[in-house]
């Protein structure tokens, strides 16, 4: 009886020893299958989001350049002489042009949206201060036109982190 058991435990255990092996190799083989199609999935997602993504940033960048006061200020003739007319046209003009660009924040990284918003906030404020020592609208449009060129754009700053942002993208 003895050797019944031995002689079944010489069958069985190279038997189990056999169907572990194979059992552990299909095992990592199907999880290696699986990690490639993950990865294949990625690379997909990504080759199909990045126009989107560049997308984004080229509009911003656009946004970034229409709001520049130098352009704006061409662009953007005042209607009258009165100085609180034209800065809310010139205020009423970027928020306009921010709303029609607000959803790219979902496309855009998070220093270059702040940067992009950092941009709008100081450009609207340092119009708004210049407005109070200016008396017409003509006063207002030379005055911003003679401090932005003493001192750095802000959407300058923010077109720098848009082409950084796209350097990594590509």
């Not at 709008?120 to 911003?144: G, P, Q, Y």
Request: with cysteine.
């Amino acid at each position: 009886m003895e050797d019944k058991i031995v002689e079944g435990l010489a069958y069985a255990l190279p038997a189990l020893i056999t169907g572990g092996v194979a059992y552990y190799i299909m095992s990592a083989f199907i999880k290696q299958d699986s990690n490639e199609q993950k990865f294949q999935a990625l690379i997909q997602k990504k080759k199909e989001s990045l126009p989107i993504k560049l997308q984004a940033y080229e509009r911003m960048l656009l946004f970034c350049e229409r709001i520049n006061p130098t352009k704006l200020l061409l662009r953007v003739n005042p209607i009258g002489n009165n100085t609180d007319n034209y800065l809310q046209l010139l205020i009423a003009n970027i928020e306009q042009e921010f709303e029609h660009n607000l959803v790219q924040q979902l496309y855009l990284s998070e220093n270059s949206w702040k940067a992009v918003l950092a941009a709008r906030l100081s450009i609207i404020a340092k119009l708004r201060k210049v407005a109070e020592t200016s008396k017409t609208a003509k006063d207002l449009r030379e005055n911003v036109l003679i401090d932005y060129s003493k001192e750095e754009i802000p959407t300058e700053t923010a077109v720098m982190f848009i082409k950084q942002e796209v350097q990594k993208l590509l």
